[in-house]
């Protein structure tokens, strides 16, 4: 009656394991802070708030993904500056959204765009880029120069295909994907376990 089972393991979303590797792989520490959305110092540390924070379709992998369009968009040396170099007073830095561009061509890689989109304000850009994700929009926010981001963002992608960031951010989409091809077979069967739920699977995506 006093036996307590001992605690030897603990367990993982996997995608959390995928996309957590994938930052321990190039040289991101990842830590949790109540008081932080997203943060980095430039020493290899990256903070993120708490999960119980996070909207119902956020999730760490999304999060690290836009951290990493970030770094891949402001360049390598910008992993040794806070923040990624980014003066977080202004919306409107052309990089911000190139980083978006960025993060939908990578995904479109693997059909993964609807998954790995990023939360907050800047979502409702993110879901205007057109299908092929370097190409201008119709009727773009008056207050940003398209031109300036689709060229921030094509020479970001070019980044995105060498070293650091071409081998494990590959390797992480192509493993989303793979989990995302797993879990749809079993999407037809699932039954969430909040009452009338009218959210389907991020996985459906």
Known sequence: MTWERPIESRYLDPLEVIWLATARRLGLTVRRDPAIFSRTDGTGMLWLGPRDDLDADDCVAQMLFHEI????????????????????????????????????????RHGLRGMLGPTGQYRQYFDRIPVDALAPMDDPPHTLDEGVILVLATDALRRAGAAPFAGPVDHALTATAALRDVVADFLPAYATEIPDDPLPSLWSR
């Open 69 to 108: 369009a970030h770094w891949i968009t402001n360049g390598v040396a910008s992993g040794q500056v806070a923040d990624w170099g980014f003066p977080l007073s202004d919306q409107d830095d052309p990089r911000e959204y190139a980083c978006l561009r960025v993060q939908a061509a990578l995904a479109d």
